[in-house]
């Protein structure tokens, strides 16, 4: 599990979508000749209401049998519907795979009446891959002229326009804009009740973080979460914290406020925007509605003190501290660490100075885009179990008092890189993700603990 165990223990364009496409400069379309040329990407997409992204690989046996449904879809919505659509495809890069060549490409654009990121834009793949957090394919990401996420996978409004009788029907409700990405708080309904029965108003969330709560009282594991959230629920409320939690499950015993069980169909439409497929989950939303993260569970078993509160999300964190609602996200997300634990006060200052207008930056852009941060931003201040296991798994050796800097791509096997670079300014940081992004660093992979490698023997 190598360093993934450890810590599941402890310049833009001025034209609408483009902005999403910044770096790819030109796309891959049928020619008059019949066929393929590079085009302008603002030319292409400045006029359409929707682009979708497609990433899909001409390996993937789902990716081609997805094909034939979609083509039928993009014709229906743009030629039928008069839908202001583009589709463009984009190769996925998918750890362990080897890169797309040029003759399945080739076969992928026969099939596509779209458009396409050129086959030899390798870091633009990789740059997208990354930034929608591509997990499996095929996946169709819906943005919108804005360059704004409406719908982070519509492939299965794909499959049902194609299959089902009311396809025709949903067809015309595009561009079906996901759930979680409107007002949450005005999904939970008008009224709640306390446990002892009485009812308040949406009035009584006013001005305060929600805890939307999944859960089943009947449930021995639910059970357990609810009591350590009650705990901190009860700490927060004795400091004044602005803090509520919204339960889909009464209970006379709660402490908290639940939805009445004449909203069955508000809970219904909750639970199917954030996808819930097991209990409990807890989702935490800011007072204006807006999903502050979806890692309540492991919130309230990390911080149960609610030091962290109200959790919201950074653009740099400090490894040292391991703020909870971050713990997880680093073995799916690509992280890029400076160690300074053991440089002086000034050095540790700078560093900080030095990371966070480029953290800031990618944090900005995910945020307006509506998706989650392609990379993650970290430093390392002081030392702790998992700074312990980053160094041994890196092999980097002991602190000493020059700053070091690592970038951790751990879905793809394990990978890391070490940057040996003299200096670490804002432009150094810069330059290795853009070494990373066009593949020009060494790639190792990270070791386990001979500790761990054999209590994992025995």
């Known amino acids: 599990d190598r360093f993934c165990g450890e810590l599941a223990r402890v310049s833009r364009v001025e034209v609408g979508t483009e902005r999403i496409f910044v770096f790819v400069v030109t796309l891959w379309e049928d020619s008059v000749s019949g066929g393929k040329e590079e085009v302008g990407t603002a030319a292409k997409l400045k006029d359409k209401a929707y682009v979708a992204i497609f990433f899909g690989a001409a390996w993937s046996g789902s990716c081609k049998q997805f094909l034939p449904p979609l083509v039928q879809v993009y014709k229906k919505l743009i030629e039928e519907k008069g839908k202001s659509l583009e589709i463009v495809y984009v190769p996925a890069s998918v750890p362990g795979r080897t890169p797309e060549d ?41 943005l919108d002229s804005n360059g704004k996420t409406v719908h982070r996978d519509i492939t299965p409004a794909v499959t049902h326009i194609v299959e089902d009788a009311d396809g025709d029907t949903f067809a015309d409700q595009f561009p079906w804009t996901e ?11 008008e009224s709640f009740l ?13 001005g305060k ?14 059970r357990r979460f609810q009591q350590l959230l009650e705990y901190m629920y009860e700490k927060l409320k004795s400091e004044g914290q602005p803090f509520e939690v919204v339960d889909m499950d009464f209970s006379a015993e709660m402490r908290w406020l639940a939805m009445p069980e004449s ?53 740099l964190y400090d490894l040292f501290t391991l703020e909870p609602e971050i713990l997880g996200e680093m073995n799916e997300t690509v992280t890029c660490v400076i160690l300074c634990e053991g ?22 852009e995910a945020k307006a ?13 002081e030392t702790n179990d998992v700074v312990h296991q980053l160094r041994v798994s890196c092999e980097i050796g002991e602190a000493s008092n020059t700053p070091q800097m690592v970038l951790l791509d ?10 040996d670079g003299q200096s670490i300014t804002t432009d150094d940081i810069r330059g290795f993700l853009q070494a990373y992004d066009e593949e020009q660093l060494e790639r190792r992979e990270l070791q386990e603990d001979e500790e761990d490698a054999q209590q994992d023997s025995k």
């Open 102 to 142: 040029e003759a399945s490409f080739k076969e992928m654009m026969g099939i596509m009446p779209w458009l396409a990121v050129p086959l030899h834009r390798r870091p633009i793949h990789k740059k997208l891959t990354r930034r929608f957090q591509v997990r499996q394919i095929p996946m169709l990401v819906l």
């Open 179 to 189: 759930k979680r990405y409107t007002n949450i708080k005005q999904m939970l309904g």
């Open 194 to 206: 306390k446990g002892d029965g009485s009812s308040v108003s949406l009035k009584e969330l006013d």
């Open 209 to 222: 973080y929600i805890g939307v709560l999944f859960s089943a009282n009947w449930h021995w594991h639910c």
């Open 263 to 315: 909203s069955y169909e508000l809970k219904q439409k909750l639970g199917e925007a954030f996808r819930v497929e097991q209990c409990p989950m807890l989702i935490i939303i800011d007072p204006e509605g807006n999903v502050v993260t979806t890692e309540g569970v492991e919130i309230v078993n990390k911080d149960s003190e609610g030091e962290c509160f109200p959790w919201t999300p950074k653009p």
């Open 343 to 364: 440089c002086d006060k000034d050095t540790k200052a700078l560093v900080q100075e030095q990371m966070l207008p480029i953290a800031t930056e990618y944090f900005d």
């Open 369 to 381: 885009s509506g998706c989650e941060a392609g990379i993650l931003f970290f430093v390392a201040t």
């Open 410 to 419: 751990i879905p793809d096997a394990g990978a890391f890189y070490v940057y």
